[in-house]
């Protein structure tokens, strides 16, 4: 089983819609939380980083986390045609050193 | 360029040949990470520095690879003996421990993309 589960997708969202991309974790004594968000070809770009149980908004971004289901989440409203990349999960362990990452799901907003 | 700095961005090399690659982070940076991402994968960790320390690595990191950073400041990632298993693209990638150890944020690296023929 590996550590952190995404679904590859793809995943294919109109333009203007909300995208929901999920993340489910193994280690419970995982610390920190983060999206990043890569561009073919490109290297892996933070968008955004969670914490603590609740939901936490960055503009068209909201990312939430429940650590009693081990589950992470982001949605993006008002999807648009640029935000078509992939999209990786990632946590840290207790020592807060090493990412694990998710294999990614690739998001398409279709215009 | 405040960024985190890789040389170089491709590398094209014959198996059986050592290659070497550079890691430049951003400069108040005293963490220092190494990750792996082949195609349609996650990245995955192989090695990092606190300073000039190397802390982990993975067992992902065979015998021919190593890592140094000997001033606490740049790092070179070494592979000796490449086979075509290696082709992938390497990661470089920085962090601060002025902030919460907890944080951990992690800014990467455009790459060093590396093909063994």
């Known amino acids: 089983q590996k550590e952190v589960e995404q679904n590859s997708g793809p995943l294919s969202v109109p333009e203007g819609a909300i995208a929901s991309l999920n993340c489910t974790y193994s280690?419970?004594?995982?610390?920190?939380f983060f999206w990043y968000r890569q561009y073919s070809g490109k290297s892996p770009e933070l968008i955004m980083s969670i914490y603590s149980n609740g939901d936490k908004e960055d503009g068209r971004f909201t990312a939430q986390l429940n650590k009693a289901s081990q589950y992470v989440s982001l949605l993006i409203r008002d999807s648009q045609p640029s935000d078509s990349a992939t999209y990786l999960c990632a946590v840290t362990n207790n020592a807060g050193n090493m990412l694990t990452f998710g294999g990614g799901t690739r998001l398409m907003v279709k215009p | 360029d405040t960024g985190v700095s890789q040389d170089p961005r491709h590398k094209i090399t014959k198996r059986g040949q050592n290659v070497t690659f550079r890691c430049d982070p951003i400069?108040?940076?005293?963490?220092l990470y190494w990750y792996r991402q082949t195609l349609g994968q996650g990245p995955e960790f192989l090695t990092y520095?606190?300073?000039?320390?190397?802390?982990?690595k993975s067992r992902l990191l065979s015998d021919r690879f190593s890592a140094e950073r000997p001033k606490g400041s740049f790092s070179t990632l070494e592979i000796q003996r490449t086979e075509q298993g290696d082709s992938a693209m390497y990661l470089c990638a920085s962090s601060s421990t002025g902030l919460a150890v907890a944080k951990n944020i992690q800014y990467f690296g455009a790459g060093t993309r590396l093909s063994v023929l």
């Open positions: 520095f606190q300073n000039e320390a190397q802390l982990e």
């Open positions: 400069s108040e940076h005293n963490r």
């Open positions: 280690d419970r004594g995982s610390q920190s």
